[in-house]
Structures are given as C-alpha cells and as structure tokens.
C-alpha cells in the first residue's frame, strides 16, 4: 500500500521545466556588505533551483537571525524569517506537516551553533528530510564583531579583547555525532563545487548538513584564505569524492595514507609510494567520515572538502506518516470532539 508521501510526490511538478535561474531572483537589493560570501553562495543557490524540477511555489527558504537571516529575501520562492536559533523546529513542523516541501534552512555559526545548537542535534538525530547551509565566518557579524562558537581559541574580537578561551566547534564533528545522515563542506570561492555540494544536499532523502565557509570582510577578513585562496588552497585542501583517492597539492604529487586510524601525509613520487597508497574515500563509511572530521584543525594535515559522509536512513516525517496511518487502518479515523471530551467531562448550564 501506498503512504501518503508516496501519493504526494507522485503529483507531477507544473510548468518547473520552464524556469530559468532569473525566476528565482526577487525584485530587491542583496544588502550584504560588499564583497560578503554570502553574496556568493546565493548566485549557485539560485542557478540550482531551475535544475531541481520542481515549481517555486514547492520549495521553502527558512533562517534564523544574522547576515545568513537575510537569504530567504533574496530567493523568489516561499520563506521565512524566524527568530533566533530557531528555523530548525520550524523547518522540521513545516516538513512534517507537508511532506511535499523542498525544505531549504539558512543559518550561521552564531544561530545554529549557539543559541540552536540543541534544535540542530536534535533534526540530525531525527533525520528530517531538509537541507542545512551554514555560514561559517567563525564571528558574530551581524551584532558587530563578537566570537562565535567557531571562533578559534586566541581570536580577537570585539568580545574577547585579550583573546577567545574557548576551543571551537567543529561543526561536521558535531553533525556526524548527532547521527546526520549528510554532512558536507564547502567555500564561498568556489562556486561550481558549491553548487554541486547543494545539489547532492538535494538529493539525499534526509537531513543534510552543508558547512560553507563565508568570508565576513568586515569583521573576520581572510579568516579561510589558506583554504579558499588560488595561490595556496591546492597544498591545504583535499578534495572528497566518493570511490577516488584522496590527492592534494598543486601538482597532485600527495596523498592521505591511513597508520591505524591517523591520517598521515604521503609523497607520491617515482621510486617512492604510489597512487595504491593513498586512502579511497567511502561516503558511506561512518568511522572514516569522524577521521576525516578530525583533520579540520590539524596544523599538517589539508582540510577536507566535499562530501564527508551520505548514508541512508528512514526520515523523521516518513515514520510520522507511516504510524499516522497504521493508527487510521487499525483503529479508524478518529472524531476531534470525542477526542477533546475525553471520557471524563461535565457541561456548564
């Protein structure tokens, strides 16, 4: 028998075929400071949507509060701006409630980290089936220059004058540790692998978390530059695709290599270790996935980048629906008064 899901997402998508990114830009000005890495996760973000096949009026932008709060304005779709560190619960009542949705959250290392970093455990936990893109500027920018729980420890700020005590979230450690089933990461520079990533994000039935490295040129400049940078970004950033291995450096002559379970760094050259050597990505490997999780604030090691894991697990408004209508076929469609009278009640004349 089918569930109600599986009815609903057999409705076909009227007239998506025939929209253009164009479509999904709103009349309005983007009022991100100049040179933001916002700006520049909105333009693939737009350029997917006509890709995705499906009408505006099915997908739905949500944030919190912050620069990243801004997002839903800026997308001619369905949005909501909700308050802060809360566009996780009502993202996740919005998909449970239609199932139907194209569920999109925008937030930052301030919203989603702090203030709702228990409402982010716990969507990963439950798998909800939406997309999570989180901006991480490591700062509060949009409340003028305070650290944030990815703040790194030392980091001076408006809020720590003498320098940020608290060693920082690792924000794909913690997905993975809150059972996320899609955990990935990118950067503001790089658009075409952005868009990708938000395309696989789509893809995957489940949660889907996407840490997106965005440069706050006012408060935090340069924070991801060893990273995001042409110059140096090749020698300091390896690549995750799912089955290759995992090469870095400009002239793609290194290698991760496992000893036991630590990441180390191999040379590969002639009469040296070979391309054999090197560790293959599996994305469906949860152990491997926390390993290379490890390596983002190693001082040797490159930072991965890409798809660290993509497993597959029933999602929350799935068994919703499915024990909505286990209890309808078993006991019958219920009656609402019956319900609120209970069986103990008295009337007032």
């Known amino acids: ?17 025939s929209l253009t990114s164009k479509d999904f830009k709103p009349d309005v000005d983007v009022r991100w400071c100049a040179g933001c890495g916002a700006i520049s996760v909105l333009s693939p973000a737009q350029r997917l949507m006509p890709d995705l096949g ?17 997002f839903p304005y800026y997308m001619d779709t369905y949005g909501f701006h909700g308050i802060h560190g809360r566009a996780l619960p009502i993202a996740s009542g919005l998909k449970i409630a239609r199932p139907d949705l194209s569920v999109w959250v925008v937030t930052g290392d301030g919203d989603n ?15 909800v089936d939406m997309n999570v893109l989180m901006f991480n500027n490591e700062v509060y920018s949009l409340t003028k220059g305070q650290y944030s729980p990815t703040s ?15 060693d920082p979230f690792n924000p794909v450690a913690l997905a993975l540790g809150a059972s996320a089933t899609f955990v990935a990461r990118g950067h503001d520079k790089d658009r075409t692998q952005l ?4 395309l696989k994000a789509h893809q995957h039935k489940g949660f889907s978390f996407v840490e997106i490295y965005t440069n706050c040129r006012i408060f935090n400049d340069g924070a991801f530059d060893l ?6 970004r090749e020698d300091h950033t390896v690549w995750l695709e799912h089955g290759k291995p995992l090469v870095f450096g400009k002239k793609k002559d290194k290698g991760i290599k496992l000893d036991g379970f630590t990441p180390i760094i191999i040379e ?12 293959v990505h599996n994305e469906k490997d949860s152990t491997l996935a926390f390993i290379l999780a490890n390596m983002t604030y190693s001082e040797t090691l490159p930072r991965p980048m890409g798809v660290l894991q993509n ?7 799935e068994r919703v629906v499915e024990q909505i209508q286990h209890e309808v076929e078993t006991k019958g469609i219920g009656n609402l008064e019956s319900l609120l009278l209970g069986g103990s009640y008295w009337e007032v004349r």
């Not at 028998?1 to 075929?17: C, F, N, R, W, Y």
């Not at 499906?54 to 801004?70: A, L, W």
């Not at 590969?268 to 560790?279: M, P, T």
Request: aromatic content about 4%; proline content about 3%.
């Open 152 to 166: 790194h420890r030392g980091q001076i700020t408006k809020s720590s004058p003498l320098g940020a005590l608290d």
């Open 227 to 232: 990273y995001t940078n042409g110059e140096t």
């Open 113 to 127: 980290m702090s203030i709702g970093g228990n409402h982010f455990i716990h969507a990963c936990r439950r798998n």
């Open 268 to 279: 590969l050259r002639e009469g040296g270790q070979s391309i054999n050597d090197v560790l």
């Open 1 to 17: 028998m089918k569930t109600i899901i599986d009815q609903i997402l057999e409705k076909p998508h009227v007239g998506a075929s």
């Open 54 to 70: 499906i009408p505006k009026e099915k997908i739905v932008f949500v944030s919190g509060i912050g620069c990243s709060g801004r």
């Open 195 to 198: 868009q990708q990533l938000l």
């Open 311 to 317: 497993l597959e697990r029933s999602s929350y408004e």
